[in-house]
Structures are given as C-alpha cells and as structure tokens.
C-alpha cells in the first residue's frame, strides 16, 4: 500500500466534508440540486486526485480506461433510466460499489501479508465478506425489480439450514484469514459471502424489495468504511460511514412505516408473515365510474385529496394530474397530495415524480400530516396505489400488510380508484376499499384516464 501525502489526505477531508454538505443540501427540494452538484463535484477531485500524488503509474492507462467505461456508463444509464425504474439503478450502483469494495480488500490482503495489525486484517475481512453479500443482494433484488425473476419470496426445504451454514462458514473463514492472510482464503470468503447475499434476499418479496435495498446500502457504506481504514484514506472512511448510517437509519424508518421488524421483512416469508406479490384479478362486484361521473365529483367538492402511488409513475400521469388539480384549484377546491413514507418503489419516489410535473412542495404532505383530514374530504382521488390504502392493514389480523401504518382513505365521503385492473398491489391481498360502497372504480391506464378526467371537468 502507497502512502498518501498530508496534502493529499487534507483534499480528501476537504471533500469528504463536501459529502457531508451535500446529504445536508439533499434533505431538502430547495437545496437538494446544490447538494448534489456539490457531491459530484467531490467525488471528481477524489477519482483524480490520485494521479498527482502515485508514484507508480505504469497501470495508468487500464485506471483511465476504467474511468472512462464507467463514467460512459454511469451517464448514458442515468440518462435513460425512467422514474419508474429508478429503483433498479439504485440496486446495480450499490451492488457494485459493494463488488468493488470486496476487489480491493481482496487485492490489498495480497499486499499486508501476516505482520498486518490484526484490527487491518478484521477489516479486510470484513470488507470481503460483506462486499460481496451486498453485491450478490443486490443482483437479486435488481432481478425481482426488473421481472427477470419472480417477485414472490423463493424459499425450499432446508433454507435455514443452507442460509445459517453459509453465514457460519463466511464468520469462520474471516477468522482463519486474520490468522492466516492467504488471497485463496480471501476468494473463498468473497464465494461464500456471495451466497449469502443471495439467501438473504431470496425469501423477500413483492414490496419489501426497496427495503432490502436499502440495507444492502448501509452494507456498501460499511464496508467502503472499513477499506479506509485498512487504506488508511480519510474520504472513504468518511464517506462510507455516511452511507452506512444514513442506510441503517433509512432501513429503519422504512421498516416502521410497514409495521414491521427488519427480521420480520428478511425472513417473514420462512414462516409465511412477508409480503407476497401480486395474486389473482378479483371477480368480487365493484362500482365502476365514467370520466364524466368522476369529474362532476370532484368539480363540486369543497375538499379533495390525491393519493398517488406506483401506478401513476408507470403511466407517466403526473402532468395531466398536475393540470387537473390546478383546474380544481381554480374552481375553489382545496386540494391535497397525501403521501404515503413507502408509496412507489423507494423513499421519495413519489415526491420527485410530482417535482417532474412542478407540484409546489406545499402541496405534499406526508402521511401523519394528513391522514387527520382523509374524514373532512369529499374525494379521494386514488391514482395507482393500492397496498397504501388498504383497510386490511388495520382490520385483517392474518394479511401480510398487517399493522403498517396507511393512509386512512376508507374515512372520506367518497373515493374513486384509478385502477388499470382488479389485480391486487404487491401484497398479494384483496384491497376492500374498492368494494366500499363510498368507492366508484375508473377503470384504464392512469395517463388515458386523467386525460379523459381531466377534459371532462374542462367541459363542466
């Protein structure tokens, strides 16, 4: 390992503190394009940083390489990737953040041989293993996401077994390459610790998938952590303590907004308690609505709520639903977005969806904000959500949805439900606030619909 110079190490303080500026910019919609201009511009002074102070560049041109492949990459994917898949991307980039981290421990162990201090080889260790179970994780969890595999949790006889063995093994081999710092026992850990990955993720479905990802970030975050020490280089320590407790704090919130415990979303599926994706269409009888049924509904009322969910990101419905509730404002209406912590596929992704359509951020409010006002409102205008607004999370002891908080639509005087079909939301439950008496369903994709919604209350 090359030593880093004092110039070069107080660079890197200096963007490690620049990273911590930019999550402060980040954690509010007026701040949140500084602050991650200010990021990016860290992390480009930290990748070139090293070609100033390395001696040794006779593998310059693969390190450019490299950069150059990734930064094409890294542009021509976020570029392209639509909202709706944003959470995938999420997925790829923490999974290889985590593969890359796992490559260098493996590659520096070579390097430190036996004379290492112990807590260095602890740390090599530990960035191999859970390096690689973040990778793996999160090559499952992109794959669920991505329909390329199914989204129910995958489980078979003897899981524990296998899952428990392999975690054992991961904790064994790491203690034999402290006392023994051998590269074989490194790519052995990094096997194992790829399983694991996978058997972590496997039993988890349908809507619990954005909080595995999460975790797996908090996973990347730590193990970037350790390689800084065992690197001995202030930003990644820096910067993957950030990530690690931002994750960690993140997994956490998500988890109590469902309701339920980490373990309970990780392994629920063992003893049939997580969530279990999309099950069959409904035959139950339901009141359907017309464009021009829903529109005299809402043009009259006094007090309405939108509740956006997935189905709208799909649709790319947004601005027509920005169109329409400013039309509503403009008759006298108040109006509402009520957003649910776990709406869509990721934290935030309904509040970024709606800034594509320039919502004013005044509008959205979150879920103990306004889930006081669902019993004042005339409508409630439910556009693609579903698990969100699901009575059976307060009413049906045995559903998978049981005990996390929603949003309390079942209260207001009316509802209509944008739904392309009767197939239930991600938790594989029938939703009986479409079979409400309240309840007018308005069948079709959200973007046709609103439109035609939205001509209707033009021609009131």
């Given at each position: 390992?090359?030593?880093?110079?004092?110039?070069?190490?107080?660079?890197?303080?200096?963007?490690?503190?620049?990273?911590?500026?930019?999550?402060?910019?980040?954690?509010?919609?007026?701040?949140?394009?500084?602050?991650?201009?200010?990021?990016?511009?860290?992390?480009?002074?930290?990748?070139?940083?090293?070609?100033?102070?390395?001696?040794?560049?006779?593998?310059?041109?693969?390190?450019?390489?490299?950069?150059?492949?990734?930064?094409?990459?890294?542009?021509?994917?976020?570029?392209?990737?639509?909202?709706?898949?944003?959470?995938?991307?999420?997925?790829?980039?923490?999974?290889?953040?985590?593969?890359?981290?796992?490559?260098?421990?493996?590659?520096?162990?070579?390097?430190?041989?036996?004379?290492?201090?112990?807590?260095?080889?602890?740390?090599?260790?530990?960035?191999?293993?859970?390096?690689?179970?973040?990778?793996?994780?999160?090559?499952?969890?992109?794959?669920?996401?991505?329909?390329?595999?199914?989204?129910?949790?995958?489980?078979?006889?003897?899981?524990?077994?296998?899952?428990?063995?392999?975690?054992?093994?991961?904790?064994?081999?790491?203690?034999?390459?402290?006392?023994?710092?051998?590269?074989?026992?490194?790519?052995?850990?990094?096997?194992?610790?790829?399983?694991?990955?996978?058997?972590?993720?496997?039993?988890?479905?349908g809507a619990d998938?954005?909080?595995?990802?999460?975790?797996?970030?908090?996973?990347?975050?730590?193990?970037?952590?350790?390689?800084?020490?065992?690197?001995?280089?202030?930003?990644?320590?820096?910067?993957?303590?950030?990530?690690?407790?931002?994750?960690?704090?993140?997994?956490?919130?998500?988890?109590?907004?469902?309701?339920?415990?980490?373990?309970?979303?990780?392994?629920?599926?063992?003893?049939?308690?997580?969530?279990?994706?999309?099950?069959?269409?409904?035959?139950?009888?339901?009141?359907?609505?017309?464009?021009?049924?829903?529109?005299?509904?809402?043009?009259?009322?006094?007090?309405?709520?939108?509740?956006?969910?997935?189905?709208?990101?799909?649709?790319?419905?947004?601005?027509?639903l920005r169109e329409?509730?400013?039309?509503?404002?403009?008759?006298?209406?108040?109006?509402?977005?009520?957003?649910?912590?776990?709406?869509?596929?990721?934290?935030?992704?309904?509040?970024?969806?709606?800034?594509?359509?320039?919502?004013?951020?005044?509008?959205?409010?979150?879920?103990?904000?306004?889930?006081?006002?669902?019993?004042?409102?005339?409508?409630?205008?439910?556009?693609?959500?579903?698990?969100?607004?699901?009575?059976?999370?307060?009413?049906?002891?045995?559903?998978?949805?049981?005990?996390?908080?929603?949003?309390?639509?079942?209260?207001?005087?009316?509802?209509?439900?944008?739904?392309?079909?009767?197939?239930?939301?991600?938790?594989?439950?029938?939703?009986?606030?479409?079979?409400?008496?309240?309840?007018?369903?308005?069948?079709?994709d959200a973007k046709?619909?609103?439109?035609?919604?939205?001509?209707?209350?033009?021609?009131?």
């Open positions: 390992m090359s030593s880093i110079p004092t110039w070069a190490q107080l660079i890197y303080l200096i963007c490690a503190v620049a990273f911590i500026l930019a999550l402060k910019g980040l954690s509010g919609p007026k701040t949140a394009r500084a602050g991650n201009l200010i990021g990016a511009a860290a992390a480009v002074v930290a990748c070139a940083l090293p070609f100033f102070y390395l001696e040794d560049l006779q593998n310059v041109v693969p390190m450019l390489a490299a950069i150059a492949v990734g930064t094409v990459a890294g542009v021509v994917g976020a570029r392209r990737v639509q909202m709706t898949q944003m959470p995938q991307m999420v997925a790829l980039f923490n999974g290889v953040g985590g593969g890359a981290a796992s490559l260098v421990a493996l590659l520096e162990l070579d390097e430190i041989g036996a004379g290492a201090p112990t807590f260095n080889l602890v740390a090599t260790a530990f960035t191999i293993a859970v390096g690689a179970i973040s990778f793996a994780g999160s090559a499952i969890t992109f794959a669920k996401l991505q329909d390329l595999m199914t989204s129910r949790p995958v489980t078979f006889p003897g899981f524990p077994v296998a899952f428990g063995g392999s975690l054992i093994a991961v904790v064994v081999l790491s203690v034999l390459v402290v006392r023994d710092p051998t590269v074989g026992l490194g790519i052995a850990i990094g096997l194992v610790g790829l399983l694991v990955g996978v058997l972590l993720v496997l039993p988890v479905g998938v954005p909080i595995v990802i999460s975790l797996l970030n908090a996973f990347t975050g730590l193990t970037v952590a350790a390689g800084g020490y065992v690197l001995s280089n202030t930003l990644l320590l820096v910067a993957g303590t950030l990530v690690g407790a931002s994750g960690t704090f993140l997994t956490l919130l998500m988890a109590s907004a469902m309701g339920r415990s980490v373990a309970n979303i990780l392994f629920g599926a063992l003893k049939g308690g997580s969530t279990l994706g999309g099950g069959e269409a409904s035959d139950r009888p339901v009141r359907s609505a017309t464009p021009e049924d829903a529109a005299i509904m809402l043009a009259y009322a006094d007090r309405v709520i939108i509740v956006p969910g997935y189905g709208l990101a799909v649709a790319q419905a947004q601005h027509a329409l509730v400013d039309l509503l404002n403009e008759r006298g209406g108040l109006v509402d977005y009520a957003i649910h912590p776990v709406a869509g596929r990721m934290p935030g992704h309904m509040n970024v969806l709606l800034a594509e359509a320039q919502v004013p951020y005044e509008e959205l409010k979150e879920m103990d904000e306004i889930n006081g006002e669902f019993k004042d409102a005339d409508v409630v205008l439910v556009v693609g959500a579903n698990d969100v607004v699901n009575p059976a999370a307060k009413t049906s002891p045995g559903a998978p949805i049981y005990g996390m908080p929603i949003l309390n639509a079942d209260q207001a005087k009316s509802v209509i439900f944008m739904k392309r079909s009767m197939r239930p939301g991600f938790a594989g439950i029938e939703n009986e606030l479409l079979f409400d008496e309240r309840t007018q369903l308005l069948f079709g046709d619909s609103m439109n035609k919604l939205l001509s209707a209350v033009k021609a009131l």
